[in-house]
């Protein structure tokens, strides 16, 4: 199993700045990807940044140039720098890793941290 913690979310006002860390523990090999989703209020869960083992990083439209996804395989954490924060980007953000087991792709996940943007 892998466990995924949340932290750093909180109210801001628009254009303003925030950092989500996700800190992961448990059976950590053959870790493919970790990434960030999130989820508002009547809306499906959506992806929102992603980074692979070997660093390369993905992105939605929709956060391209504001949002920066990086990784410390130190610690094993993945954050989430968000940077002109808009009030559509309100949600739960939900930290994911993906495991490769023998072929078979499995996800898991945190429990979110609400992020608000209001003024």
């Known amino acids: 199993q892998v466990q995924l913690v949340e932290s750093g979310g909180g109210l801001v006002q628009p254009g303003g700045s925030l950092t989500l860390s996700c800190a992961a523990s448990?059976?950590?090999?053959?870790?493919?990807?970790l990434g960030w989703y999130r989820q508002a209020p009547g809306k499906e869960r959506e992806f929102v940044a992603a980074?692979?083992?070997?660093?390369?990083?993905t992105y939605a439209d929709y956060v391209k140039g504001r949002f920066t996804i990086s990784k410390s395989n130190a610690k094993i954490t993945v954050s989430l720098q968000m940077n002109s924060l808009r009030p559509e980007d309100t949600a739960v953000y939900y930290c994911n890793a993906v495991r490769d087991t023998l072929g078979t792709l499995y996800d898991f996940w945190g429990q979110g941290t609400q992020v608000t943007v209001s003024s």
């Open positions: 980074i692979t083992s070997g660093g390369s990083t």
């Open positions: 448990g059976t950590m090999f053959n870790i493919v990807a």
